[in-house]
């Protein structure tokens, strides 16, 4: 059994900062790829960033580069997004799965806004 726990979002103004947490509980290997994904009322869920389990491997979409860090912590079997100089279009919400993501791992998320 595989849950997923996001928390970490919040309101803030552009340029501001916050850090998403991802508790994965039912872990049976580390050799697997996690990722962070977003989505907004009306609109597809898209990848964010995702990690390579194994060594750490990152990848980002071009819009975060820069702004967005993943990172994990194997003894917490939690993932994380560093969040910087956020900018309204960030505002979301933020889910993590894996990468690909199964569909049966899908939790509530965790709202980002961003004012402007």
């Known amino acids: 059994e595989v849950q997923m726990v996001e928390s970490g979002g919040g309101m803030v103004q552009a340029g501001g900062s916050l850090r998403l947490s991802c508790a994965v509980s039912?872990?049976?290997?580390?050799?697997?790829?996690w990722a962070w994904y977003r989505q907004s009322p009306g609109k597809e869920r898209t990848l964010v960033a995702r990690?390579?389990?194994?060594?750490?491997?990152?990848f980002y979409i071009d819009s975060v580069k820069g702004r967005f860090t993943i990172t994990k912590d194997n003894a917490k079997n939690t993932i994380y997004l560093q969040m910087n100089s956020l900018k309204p279009e960030d505002t979301a919400t933020y889910f993590c799965?894996?990468?690909?993501?199964?569909?049966?791992?899908w939790g509530q998320g965790t709202q980002v806004t961003v004012s402007s």
């Open positions: 799965n894996e990468g690909p993501p199964d569909d049966d791992y």
């Open positions: 039912g872990l049976t290997i580390w050799y697997l790829t």
């Open positions: 990690l390579r389990w194994m060594d750490n491997d990152a």
